[in-house]
Nanobody, 127 residues
Framework: QVQLVESGGGLVQAGGSLRLSCAAS????????MGWFRQAPGKEREFVAA????????NYADSVKGRFTISRDNAKNTVSLQMDSLKPEDTAVYYC????????????????????WGQGTQVTVSS
């Protein structure tokens, strides 16, 4: 059974940076897309970023484009999210997700396309 464990959340001032990491234990034997989603209190879960199996294709929500960077290390079965220039509206629980695919460059933006989810890590940005 695939398990995803996030780390790196915390409290930071506006304009600061945080780096989230997610490690997959017992990853699938096939290719998989990795993504990050977030959910703020009283709001629906929303897409943040995703990266293809090859690592060459990446996709970001408009709200984080230019500030967040997603990367992955297939040898270590990890995905990271570097978050710079953080804003109070970035405050949320951030979830790592994994979705299997047969293609090198597939990107998933919808939560329903992902098969496994982490437990989430809290990110709080103070103004």
């Amino acid at each position: 059974q695939v398990q995803l464990v996030e780390s790196g959340g915390g409290l930071v001032q506006a304009g600061g940076s945080l780096r989230l990491s997610c490690a997959a234990s017992a990853p699938p034997s096939r290719r998989f897309v990795m993504g990050w989603f977030r959910q703020a209190p009283g709001k629906e879960r929303e897409f943040v970023a995703a990266i293809s199996w090859s690592g060459r294709s990446k996709n970001y929500a408009d709200s984080v484009k230019g500030r967040f960077t997603i990367s992955r290390d297939n040898a270590k079965n990890t995905v990271s999210l570097q978050m710079d220039s953080l804003k109070p509206e970035d405050t949320a629980v951030y979830y790592c997700a994994l979705g299997t695919t047969v293609y090198l460059e597939t990107i998933y933006r919808r939560g329903s396309e992902y098969d496994y989810w982490g437990q989430g890590t809290q990110v709080t940005v103070s103004s």
